[in-house]
């Protein structure tokens, strides 16, 4: 996508990480990815984040963590207190000795979940300005400590959620899932959303009757097999009216909807905004710079 920029970080090959504490920051970057993990605190300003396919309003005080690659920028106002608070790390961390020890599952399993960008709220959000504040203070071995203790913390949170829609990494919910059949299927989602699928196709594809594929998904996956699908479908929309200058109804039918008024219907319950409205949103806010 030709307005997105790759944004090369400060990180050098033996920084365990790098913490960015921007005082009156200034959110004047375009839209951009990079490959390393990013936390993010955003301070004292309301405004607009994008995080792939995901476009949300935010009040005084937000809280993210980017995998690698994700599409991202923060749009708002600067006052005289507002400030960001920026942790980088490499991608390397993901599949270093470290994580690979069982007592850091945790952590390894909130990265993997970060493909799709997780946002903090509740008590987490006033525990890590706490915690960000004091590691931007913090010097020498501790440091390393204290930003394992962070990821920890974040990882046990209760006050967690993704950001991007399903389609964006299904490959996350294939490997929680832990299941050949699962992956089949989602597979088999992602390469024929754009025509009909029922729940006899899926129930085929895996040997098992209607009932008991419903049954195997909802609780391998946490969802219906609708909710999924339409999930799936919703991501790849957003993604093509940001990439693409089709038509909303071109884009609707071409994405597996056949009925336009049901899919203005089932997007805006997705994305609390019209097809047109999220559009005119996010290139105003990626065309500025």
């Not at 990013?38 to 995998?67: A, C």
């Not at 690698?68 to 980088?88: L, S």
């Amino acid at each position: 996508m030709s307005n997105i920029q790759c944004e090369v970080t400060p990180l050098l090959k033996d920084d365990l990480f790098v913490l960015l504490n921007n005082a009156q920051a200034k959110f004047d970057y375009p839209v951009h990815f990079h490959s390393d993990y990013e936390l993010n605190l955003v301070l004292n300003t309301s405004g607009k984040r994008i995080v792939g396919d995901s476009v949300e309003d935010f009040e005084k005080k937000d809280l993210v963590l980017l995998g690698p690659g994700i599409p991202h920028k923060w749009k708002a106002p600067t006052h005289g207190d507002t400030r960001v608070i920026t942790i980088q790390f490499q991608d390397k961390i993901y599949d270093s000795f470290l994580m690979n020890k069982r007592v850091c599952q945790p952590i390894r399993e909130l990265l993997a979940r970060s493909s799709r960008g997780v946002a903090f709220s509740g008590n987490t959000l006033n525990v890590m300005t706490e915690k960000l504040f004091a590691l931007s203070d913090a010097l020498g071995f501790n440091t390393m400590l204290d930003f394992y203790g962070i990821l920890y913390y974040l990882s046990m949170s209760e006050d967690q959620r993704l950001l991007t829609s399903a389609s964006y990494d299904s490959t996350l919910l294939v490997r929680e899932s832990k299941s050949r059949r699962i992956e089949k299927i989602c597979r088999y989602i992602e390469q024929n959303y754009m025509q009909e699928i029922t729940l006899s196709d899926i129930s085929g594809l895996v040997n098992m009757s209607e009932s008991a594929a419903s049954h195997f998904f909802k609780k391998r996956t946490g969802r219906s097999f609708i909710t999924y699908l339409t999930d799936f479908r919703i991501g790849a929309v957003s993604r093509m009216l940001i990439e693409t200058t089709r038509s909303i109804a071109d884009i609707a039918y071409n994405c597996g909807f056949a009925n336009l008024s049901n899919f203005n219907r089932i997007f805006k319950k997705y994305k609390n905004q019209t097809p047109a409205e999220y559009r005119a949103g996010v290139y105003k806010t990626m065309n500025k710079y």
